[in-house]
């Protein structure tokens, strides 16, 4: 679109719909990521200039497009980040646009706030308040009307008497400038590991393109290292991106965001209101914010001067976006510093498999943190055979586990005991026959809620109350509750330790971040002393009175067999570990199993975290598996199990030939049933250097299906089996 201006121009709309569609100019000169309106049947609509016209219909039956809106266009190289993922993911391109294009309302600027000012005219009764008003107003400032009265001390009808006689008249509000974060706010003192990682990424960005693996234990100063790179960013008149898994997108980043830049960062999450997001996205899009820390969705903020992407927590499934457009925002992360020319730094203390590989192979410059910042060491790790030494019966804490706990609060320290399970009990059983309580909707269990007692699901949020009797054989008071959940353990515990001040931190006990937040400053204030948390609680906080990390199921989510488990198994109790001993005091870490001989086990053990990496790479190596080769996942849905079935078989039948590619299924996935839909899932895996888009396309491209069944494409997918 560099040349003359086109006679037709391609625009994309926003939804999963079919187009772009072409639109006449007539006369005007669109470029690629203009924001216009355009009619589309009798409505006008927003859509994004993305080409010139395709000219699949002549000119003569096109409509002209609309006027740009007031906003500045997308880069075209934002565009092209856009086309690039629709291509990876198989997604329609509009559909990836749409994740752009969530709040339409940005793109018209703002009614101005209408303020007063003085007009140099005396009204004919000048009384003392009004001289005390015109007094005020007499520095030729705007003023909304309520300050004035404010200032003045005056009433409101006192500033109405003066405009209706004409010493005051109305007039737009300046709009408040944004704060800008400070880049010589506050710097840290870095240490020499921590200055030298952060002059690698600042060396960086002044060549363009390159990504690190930040690679540093829990509390080296990994955040500390990589606000350098922010402020050096800001030095250069670049603007920064900070992709958080919403979980750590707490009070706690943002005021150390604060106490770095003199000013919080611009937030960006499901829960920023949508009149501020609004309001945030034109300043972004016009370039005023300069940083903006967010969820995986601040990655489709149209920042157009992106010098710097950090990705925290790399490793956090949070980043995968599993339906609509089914995207690992890491993965994309990378691809938009790519493009854009900026530097990528994906930063953890668990690397995944794929970037410790990337890291291996020089993809990824890896940049190491060994130590934690100041007196403070790795917390010392040992296990509780459960087989050996189990708990009472009845009860979760084994004797070891509870004399560490104990041991702590004699020392006037906080304990955390860790189980990734909400509620009371994962599962109620009849005592008589056998029956187990499950979801009509799904295939899993409904899991108990004593507190609020009601039986959930924790994949659709069926629920209903504890039956009195069982729902299959019919016995009074026989349905009980098997194995334990957050709730369970605190029930334990008061027990146990009646004197101690115990709080649970799962999502469903705190209605919110203001909870959470609540429950985070407790902790922090030394209000707690035994706080009972799922994985809610195991990234990112530093209390630095906590020195006894109690694990009470380590094996949880590690049966199933799918090496992903493995490898997320660690990664989060080793994270749980991390909030043991952050301060001067060690910290002790307690992991309860009944496989003590288990990898993660013995990696945890030994800390020998990069073995532990390493075996895990080399046990994929020979399969194939991702990041060796590459991976696809077909997901079958519908309603009627039949429906489903035959669809998968037909789509297993067609797939291409090629004898690079495996296709692997029909089979059912782990929640074969999901809010009422049956699933089923075809697994497709190639070569490294196999385009299995292109395979992919093909694909379903030659298969029609039946319109009751839904296929979904999900590249790159989580779960391996
Ligand atoms: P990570 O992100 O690697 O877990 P943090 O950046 O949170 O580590 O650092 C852990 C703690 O150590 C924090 O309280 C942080 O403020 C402190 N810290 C780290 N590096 C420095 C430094 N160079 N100067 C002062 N404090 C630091
Ligand atoms: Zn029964
Ligand atoms: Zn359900």
């Keep these: 679109m560099e040349q003359a201006p086109a006679e037709t121009i391609s625009v994309l709309l926003p939804g999963a719909g079919p187009g772009p569609f072409d639109y006449l100019a007539a006369g005007k000169d669109y470029r690629r990521g203009d924001i216009i309106e355009v009619p589309l049947g009798p409505r006008r609509v927003a859509g994004v200039v993305w080409g010139r016209g395709e000219g699949q219909v002549p000119p003569e039956k096109l409509k002209a497009a609309g006027a740009a809106f007031d906003v500045p266009g997308f880069p075209p190289v934002f565009c092209d980040f856009i086309d690039w993922i629709s291509d990876y993911t198989l997604s329609p391109k509009g559909a990836v646009l749409a994740m752009a294009m969530r709040f339409p309302d940005a793109f018209v600027a703002e009614a101005a706030r209408m303020g007063l000012v003085a007009t140099g005219t005396q009204p004919e009764r000048l009384n003392k308040q009004r001289a005390r008003v015109l007094e005020i107003a007499g520095d030729g400032l705007v003023r909304a009307g309520a300050e004035l009265a404010e200032l003045a001390g005056v009433t409101s009808s006192v500033i109405k008497g003066l405009v209706a006689a004409g010493a005051l008249a109305p007039q737009a509000l300046p709009r408040r400038p944004l704060p800008q974060p400070d880049p010589e706010f ?159 730094v994906l930063a953890s203390a668990t690397p995944s498999i794929e970037t410790h590989v990337n890291a291996e192979s020089g993809r990824y410059t890896r940049l190491v943190l060994p130590h934690r910042h100041g007196a403070a060491v790795m917390p010392k ?35 955390l005991l860790f189980l990734n399970r909400r509620g009371f009990a994962p599962l109620n059983i009849c005592q008589t026959c056998g ?108 209390f630095p009175n906590l020195t006894l990390v109690g694990v009470i199921d380590a094996d949880l989510g590690l049966s199933g067999g799918d090496p992903r488990a493995r490898e997320r198994t660690f990664q989060l109790l080793h994270q749980v570990a991390g909030r043991a001993g952050r301060a001067e ?114 694909w379903l491209a030659g298969v029609s299906l039946s319109r009751k069944v839904r296929v979904s494409v999900d590249v790159d997918p989580q779960h391996f089996i």
């Design 186 to 344: 506050a710097p840290a003192q870095l240490s020499p590991h921590q200055a030298e990682a952060a002059q690698a990424i600042c060396q960086a960005m002044t060549r363009g393109y390159a990504a690190f693996l930040l690679d540093g234990v829990t509390g080296s100063g990994k955040t500390e290292t990589y606000f350098e790179a922010v402020a050096d960013a800001l030095r250069r008149g670049k603007q920064a991106l900070i992709l958080l898994p919403e979980i750590a997108l707490t009070a706690q980043f943002t005021s150390r965001f604060a106490q770095r830049f003199g000013v919080e960062p611009v937030a960006w999450h499901s829960d920023v209101p949508r009149a501020q997001r609004v309001r945030l996205w034109r300043a972004i899009a016009s370039g005023e914010v300069r940083v903006v820390a967010g969820a995986r969705s601040a990655l489709f903020l149209p920042m157009r001067e992106l010098g710097l992407i950090i990705i925290d927590e790399e490793h956090d499934a949070a980043f995968k976006q599993e339906d609509g457009v089914i995207y690992n925002a890491r993965d994309m992360a990378v691809v938009r510093a790519h493009l854009e020319g900026a530097v990528a």
């Design 381 to 415: 790790v040992s296990l509780v055979d459960l087989t050996k030494t189990p708990a009472a019966s009845g009860q979760f804490v084994s004797p070891p586990l509870r004399a560490a706990v104990d041991a702590a609060f004699a020392r006037g320290d906080q304990a």
């Design 435 to 542: 029956h187990r309580i499950g979801c009509k909707q799904c295939s899993s269990w409904l899991v108990e809620h004593r507190y609020r007692g009601r039986l959930v699901c924790h994949h659709c949020g069926y629920e209903e109350p504890k039956p009195p009797a069982c729902p299959a054989c019919g016995s009074q008071g026989s349905i009980v509750a098997s194995g334990p959940g957050v709730e369970r353990i605190a029930e334990e515990c008061r027990q146990h330790f009646p004197d101690v001040r115990i709080e649970i931190a799962s999502s469903d006990m705190m209605h919110g971040p203001m909870a959470m937040q609540a429950a985070i400053s407790a902790m922090e204030r030394g209000d707690i002393d035994l706080l009972i948390g799922t994985q809610i609680i195991a990234k990112g906080h530093h």
């Design 585 to 698: 005091r060690p910290g002790e870490v307690i992991l309860q199993t009944r496989n003590p001989r288990d990898p993660v086990m013995q990696a945890l053990v030994s800390g020998d975290r990069n073995r532990f990496l390493k075996q895990e790479a080399a046990e994929r190596e020979p399969h194939h598996l991702p990041p060796f080769g590459r991976m696809a996942a077909l997901m079958v849905s519908g309603a009627i199990e039949s429906d489903v079935e035959e669809a998968a078989r037909t789509l297993a039948a067609q797939a291409p030939q090629d004898n690079r590619v495996r296709v692997l299924g029909p089979a059912p996935p782990l929640m074969a049933r999901l809010r009422g839909m049956t699933r089923l899932r075809l697994i497709a895996t190639a070569p490294r250097n196999f385009r299995l888009q292109a395979f992919l396309r093909a």
